[in-house]
């Protein structure tokens, strides 16, 4: 007898990034190189710096220790001292724990706040990575609809309309994954006080903040003394430090929060790999310049790629775009995201990923990570687009 395999699991569609990269190997070679606006990854090496940094650790027999479950004192001390320049905020150590990405900081959050029938409100278009593990944990998500006039940017009064006595958390991901979207720091402030009022959290993703624009501050959330009693945060320096594959994510909430989670994050990783550790001490030590002149550049590749994709005969629009993404509607009405981004796999050398992944009735629009690419590809990338009317 075959063995049984959880409804959960199986009832969850397959991780998007591999399905589309599958598409790959079938891909006719028309000459042109591929343009990879799919798996959001910055195409730059970390900084040299930092990379001979943590060689020069390789020896040390310490590097290959598991360290505390939360992440060795000294590294979130130093997260500590960033978040007083980034965000105005006086957090202690005991607010971080270091996890294997954002992945599992999300994770950590969410077994640590619900449990299998409960609901989560997830902004549309979502972060697909999110309502999968939700699925898988028997969580519901409700999802606050994507609004074309409002840019990608969340309704307070629509998410506050879709709580109910189920509802655990308001989730939402600012920069947006996939619309770019920016959201407000008084939007992210109401979103709060809804929280406040009914009891529940509100999860912010904010994998992508080091790439809003002039480094401006993502919200003030930090400076309401009781900030930890509805508010969870999700980080990731993988984006930030051009280190995705360490797996450098971290959650940040109250402390007595972190000590509920760190019993999961025990089970799950014990804790994020020393070097790792390493690295992101060495980032928020040494690279601020670095991390802003990153932002800069990622703020022409989006000027520029706006004002190339709007300019007419583009049948493909543009619905929201931002930090690193654009979001776009495609033009061909009958079909599924799927078949247009397979058909630009196949006609135009472009890969990017199906609105659909991102929540229910999404078929009629497109991720672009553009912020994949130099802006030097970025008109090459554009005119497969338009060459794609037809
Ligand atoms: C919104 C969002 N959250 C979390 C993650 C996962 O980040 P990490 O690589 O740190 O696990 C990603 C990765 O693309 C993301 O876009």
Known sequence: MIMKLSPHITAVHTPPITEVKRWLAERPTDGRELIDLCQAVPDYAPHPDLTRHLAGLLDDPLTSKYSPDEGLPEVRGAISAYYGRKYGA?????????????????????????????????????????????????????????????????????????????????????????????????????????????????????????????????????????????????????????????????????????????????????????????????????????????????????????????QPGNRFRLAASGAFFAWVRHPFGSMSGRDVAKRLVDEAAILCLPGEVCGPGLEGYLRLAFGNIKETAIPEAVQRFRDLNS
């Open 90 to 310: 006086t957090l202690s150590p005991d607010n971080f724990c270091l996890t294997i990405g954002a992945s599992q900081a999300f994770w950590l959050a969410i077994v640590t706040l619900c449990t299998a029938g409960d609901e989560v409100v997830v902004q549309a278009p979502a972060y697909f990575d999110h309502p999968m593990a939700l699925e898988m944990l028997g969580i519901r998500s409700v999802y606050a609809p994507f609004s074309e006039e409002e840019r990608g940017i969340p309704s307070p009064a629509t998410i506050e309309g879709l709580i109910t006595d189920r509802t655990r958390v308001l989730l939402v991901v600012s920069p947006s994954n996939p619309t770019g979207a920016i959201t407000p720091p008084a939007t992210i402030r109401e979103l709060f006080t809804i929280a406040k009022r009914h009891g529940i959290a509100l999860i912010l993703d904010e994998t992508y903040s080091e790439f809003i624009p002039e480094g401006a501050r993502p919200h003030d959330l930090f400076s309401d003394p009781a900030w930890g009693e509805n508010f969870v945060q999700i980080a990731s320096f993988g984006k930030t430090y051009a280190l995705t594959g360490y797996r450098a994510g971290q959650l940040v909430a109250s402390a007595a929060f972190i000590r509920q989670a760190l019993k999961a994050q025990d089970t799950m990783a014990v804790c994020q790999p020393r070097i790792t550790q390493q690295a992101i001490m060495y980032g928020v030590n040494h690279l601020d310049g670095w991390v802003r002149g990153n932002c800069d550049m990622m703020c022409r590749r989006h000027n520029l790629f706006r004002q190339l994709f709007v």
